[in-house]
């Protein structure tokens, strides 16, 4: 198709589209003339995959181009790729890189993290941008004054397991683009659906509980 | 004690005590005399709850006042300030007020929330503010290209709602502030956490699924 087709199926402007080729985020169509170049079906994918991931999910412009640098290179074990691609989702700490990585003397003591990992029985790569992630949070409890417990972190444990094993059976079985893109789009854009289902599940069993007229839905009078 | 007391009790600078009472968010002491007051415990766990909902949990302080006022206001049930304290959490929608209620006549539609709430066996609140969160969440999957489907909704409600029944359990039994301070900033402190423990988790599988080496920590070369 020609580059308005692609325009037209994509809903994308064309001088986006320019601007994704220039910067190589979009690979180039098979050139057919001297002015103009046949795009296909692989070309429309990968747009809603830019879209996706910067439109839905949020990231910003070089993040998108970390995603898509990895999923076009074809170094590094499917494991390692996946790691480097969530390691470009938010939250962004103020002295974080988007390439993990280096000697493990250059590791920062997250000491609640790994606390935490290894009561779960979990293997982790230390310089994960999850652990400092986990790390700032449960100093966030902490702070708050209603710190992790043991019996809470079980709890939680089990069950995020539980959600992230039924999230790895459904990532696709071939086809890097698609696994790391399912990878990304899915940790990011699930997050917030897991936090709303969580405030939904309270206000049900806070309504079971703390109300008289359970059986029925609540809605203001 | 003294203000000054409490500066150093609270760690929070004298212009910002001063500040607060300013605003009402701290209660007065008890005026010993033309030019000084008296403050007591009551006033350093005001100060810690203030604290951790404006810099632990980043709510703005328009938030802070309104979680304050449903903490000191004794209309309204429990169930009630509950809705209406976690409704002043983020994320806020472009057109979302801090509070909720009204006719539900002016409710928008939330086709996506109410299936995906109808389909777990949930009562709700159609103007709580999660229900659009969920909206909102739920159609960014879909753009996406992954869109929630009934046996994802059955995984994440079945594990969301164990962790959610975890949570109501810990709730203090008596005292609205303690109440209401757990809930917020229990809901929103405890976000992070589990999106944290997700993508470790994520990670453990994948590497017990992906690299040979499975039983031995994960760690960069």
């Known amino acids: 198709m ?8 994509t809903g994308v402007p064309l001088a986006t589209l320019k601007f994704y080729l220039r910067e ?24 809603a995959l830019i879209r996706a991931l910067s439109d839905v999910a949020g990231l910003p412009l070089q993040r998108v181009t970390t995603v898509l640098g990895l999923i076009d290179s074809p170094t590094g074990s499917l494991f390692e790729s996946l790691g480097t691609a ?3 989702l938010p939250p962004y700490a ?10 493990a003397a250059d590791a920062p003591e997250f000491p609640r993290a790994h606390a935490a990992i290894t ?17 700032r949070a449960l100093a966030g409890v902490e702070t708050a004054g209603i710190p992790m417990t043991p019996d809470r972190l079980e709890v939680y444990g089990t069950h995020v397991r539980a ?14 683009e698609a696994q790391l893109g399912y990878a990304v789009l899915g940790t990011a854009l699930y997050e917030p ?23 029925m839905p609540v809605a203001p009078e």
Chains 1, 2 share one sequence.
Do not use: C, K, N, W
């Not at 959600?163 to 890097?176: N, Q, S, V, W, Y």
């Not at 939904?200 to 509980?209: G, N, P, Y």
């Open 119 to 135: 009561a779960l029985g979990q293997v982790y790569d230390p310089h994960f941008a999850a652990v400092a992630q986990l790390e």
């Open 193 to 215: 659906v897991i936090a709303a289902l969580r405030r939904l599940a309270h206000q049900d069993i806070a309504a079971r509980r703390l109300t008289e007229d359970a059986g």
């Open 2 to 9: 020609r580059i308005s087709e692609l325009v037209e199926r």
């Open 24 to 47: 190589g985020m979009l690979m180039p169509g098979e050139a057919v003339s001297a002015t103009r170049a046949e795009y296909g079906e692989e070309h429309v994918r990968r747009v």
């Open 163 to 176: 959600m992230a094993e039924f999230d790895l059976e459904r990532m696709p079985g071939t086809g890097r």
């Open 94 to 103: 103020d002295d974080e890189t988007p390439d993990a990585g280096g000697p």
């Open 86 to 88: 969530v390691a470009a």
